[in-house]
C-alpha cells in the first residue's frame, strides 16, 4: 500500500464485532478472563488494550518497522528506550536536542550510572570517536529543536552497526510522512505523537517502533512494568490524526516553505534556519534524506527583548510551546523548551536570547505571512 492509503488504513480495519469503521475506544481497564491463565487477548490495560493495539500497528506500517508502542508522552517514550539499560552503559546522544531530552538525560538516567555523552552528530568523525565497548545507543534528533540541525542518519548507522552499536531516530519534526529513518537503517524510531501525528494540539503522546523481537519484548516489558502507557482515548485522537497525516503534512510543508522564503527577506533576522532553503549549511543533505522540508523553522532576532516584542505582537501565530498542530505557534525557546538547560549549556549548543521557534501551521499562508509581517514591524 502506498504512503496515504496505510495512514487511512493501517491499524483502522472496521470493528469485527459491530463493522463500526472507526476504532472503538476501549474504555476498560481490566478484561474478564476465559479461564485460568486464558483469555481473548486481553487481560489489564497496561499491558494492552484493543484500542492500543491498533494504534500501535498504525504506527509500525508508518514508519516500516515490526512493532509499535504508545507511551504517555513522548518522554516517556524516550524514557523507555533507555529503562532497560544498566549502569556503566554509554549512550551517545545528539548534542542540541529537545530540551525535555537532556533533562531526562542529565537530571535523572545519569543518576542510574548510565553514562551519557552529547556529540555533535555532523561531525562524523566525533561520532565513531566516541563510540566504546560500553556504548549501547546513539540516539539522533532530525531535524534537532530548535536550530533544525541534521544528522546523516544512514552513515551514522553505518558507524554504528559497524561497532555492534543500535541506533534510535526521534523523528518528531519530520512525522513518518516526511522521513524513514529504518529504511535509511535505524533500529529505533521515537516519536512525540503530540505533535505532527496528533496533529491538532488536544492529547500528549510518545512512540517506540522497533525492528526486532527484542525491541517488540522489551519495549512492552517497560509498559507493562513502568506503566506509562498512552490511554485508549488518546489512542484513539492519533489514530484519527494519522488518516490526515499526509494531507496536512502537504500544507504544512507549503506554508513552511513559504513563510521561510518570507523571513528570508527580512532584514531584522539574524539567522533563519530552515532546511529547505539553500542558505542552511544542510540543505543537499535534507535533500537526500527527507521528502520534503516541513514546516519548523527558527530565526534569531537579537536580543530577548526583541524576541518578547515579537511574540506580543503576532496575532495568528499563538505565543506557545508545542509544535506539530493544525495552528500556528511562535515560541521563545530559551524559556520554554529549553529551560531546563542552564545558561552555559544554551549558549554551548547556539540557543541565544533572541531565538524564536515557529511551528508553521495549516490556515492560508498569505494570512500567516501577513501576521509575521505586522509582528516584525514592532520588533
Ligand atoms: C523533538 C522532540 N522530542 C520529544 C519531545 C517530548 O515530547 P512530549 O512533550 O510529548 O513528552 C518533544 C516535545 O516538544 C520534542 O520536540
Sequence with gaps: MKYATLAVHAGQHPDPLTGAVN?????????????????????????GNPTRDRLEEALAALEGGTSGHAFASGMAAI?????????????????NVYGG?????????????IEIQYVDMGNLDAVASAIKPSTRLIHIETP?????????????????????????????????????????GA?????????????????????????????KERFWLVQKAAGGILSPFECFLVLRGIKTLPLRMKQHEENGRAVAEFLATQPKLKRLAYPGLKSHPQHALAV??????????????????????????????????????????????????????????????????????????IEDKEDLIADLEQALKAV
Excluded at 101 to 107: E, M, Q, S
Excluded at 338 to 343: F, R, V
Design 187 to 215: 533500529d529505533v524510531v521515537m516519536h512525540s505523537t503530540t505533535k505532527f501525528l496528533n496533529g491538532h494540539s488536544d492529547g500528549l503522546g510518545g512512540a517506540l517502533i522497533g525492528t526486532k523481537p527484542e525491541h
Design 288 to 361: 537526500k534524506q527527507q521528502r520534503g522540508f516541513g514546516s519548523m523553522l527558527s530565526f534569531d532576532l537579537g536580543t530577548r527583548e526583541a524576541a518578547g516584542r515579537f511574540l506580543g505582537a503576532v496575532k495568528l501565530f499563538l505565543n506557545a510551546e508545542s509544535l506539530g498542530g493544525v495552528e500556528s505557534l511562535a515560541s521563545h525557546s530559551a524559556t520554554t523548551t529549553h529551560a531546563a538547560l542552564s545558561d552555559a549549556e544554551r549558549e554551548a549548543v547556539g540557543i541565544t536570547e533572541g531565538l524564536v521557534r515557529l511551528s508553521v501551521g
Design 23 to 47: 476504532v472503538p475506544v476501549y474504555l476498560s481497564s481490566t478484561f474478564e478472563l476465559t479461564g485460568i491463565g486464558t483469555d481473548k487477548g486481553w487481560d489489564y490495560s497496561r499491558a
Design 144 to 184: 534537532t529543536n530548535p536550530l533544525m540541525a541534521l544528522t546523516d542518519i544512514a552513515a551514522v548507522c553505518g558507524i554504528a552497526h559497524a561497532r555492534g552499536v543500535e541506533v534510535s531516530v526521534d523523528n518528531t519534526f519530520m512525522s513518518p510522512a516526511l522521513q524513514s529513518p529504518i529504511a535509511l
Design 101 to 113: 531530552t537532556a533533562r531526562l538525560f542529565n537530571l535523572i538516567v545519569r543518576h542510574y550510572g
Design 79 to 95: 524514557y523507555a528506550l533507555v529503562a532497560t539499560l544498566h549502569a556503566g552503559d554509554h549512550v551517545i546522544c545528539s548534542h
